[in-house]
């Protein structure tokens, strides 16, 4: 359970005094809140753009294949895109999404008939999942990706190679910067099932609205 109740949940601070001294619109400070997460995820979304542009012939992944789709935990700014996403869909997918993850299962809560619902705000693995990663351990260099993809392939180009490590370390910082602006006793990471009402106790308007 997520200790976060509306007045803990309102955004303080910095973001807190733009929203009630500049005018600003709440969808633009929220953009300025998602913004260095937006850039990442664009970020990580033209590696694997040029991947599958240059070896898509080799990748199993696409739509129906949900192998990767398991429990789940994410950074706080994760958690919050997502939930913003969640927050904007039917009533219907949402009582379907809460129901599955009421029900606790090993699969993603929101994943329903394998397709995932909040597809475009996924998080950062789900971006990543299947691909090429590569991390160095007491010297040694250790590559992991899907056994379904690069079948026949001798070798991966390095270009199509995401060293993890560094990934960890901007994700871990853009969520320090985000985690900046709340005055929330927030856990360092969150189940995506506890993620799913985040944007709900915040009372402000989801993605699109
Ligand atoms: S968020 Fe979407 S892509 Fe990620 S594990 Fe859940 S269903 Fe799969």
Known sequence: ??????EQAVLLGASNKVW??????QQHILDQLFKN???LI????AHTRSIMDNLGANIACKKGCDDCCQFLTLFPVEAFALSRAFAALSQHDRERVMSQARAGEDACPLLV?????VYQARPVICRTHGFPIYLEKDGDIMVDFC????????EIPKSALLD??????????VNQNFMAHFDADLPDRIPVSDALQLWSVLDIEPIGS
Do not use: W
């Not at 009630?20 to 619109?25: E, Q």
């Open 37 to 39: 997460y937006n850039i």
């Open 1 to 6: 359970m997520i200790m976060v109740c509306c």
């Open 147 to 154: 056994t379904k993809n690069f079948k026949g392939i001798k």
């Open 164 to 173: 993890i490590d560094q990934l960890n370390i901007l994700l871990t910082a």
């Open 42 to 45: 664009q970020r990580i979304d």
């Open 20 to 25: 009630n001294d500049s005018g600003m619109t």
């Open 113 to 117: 008939d394998h397709v995932c619902m």
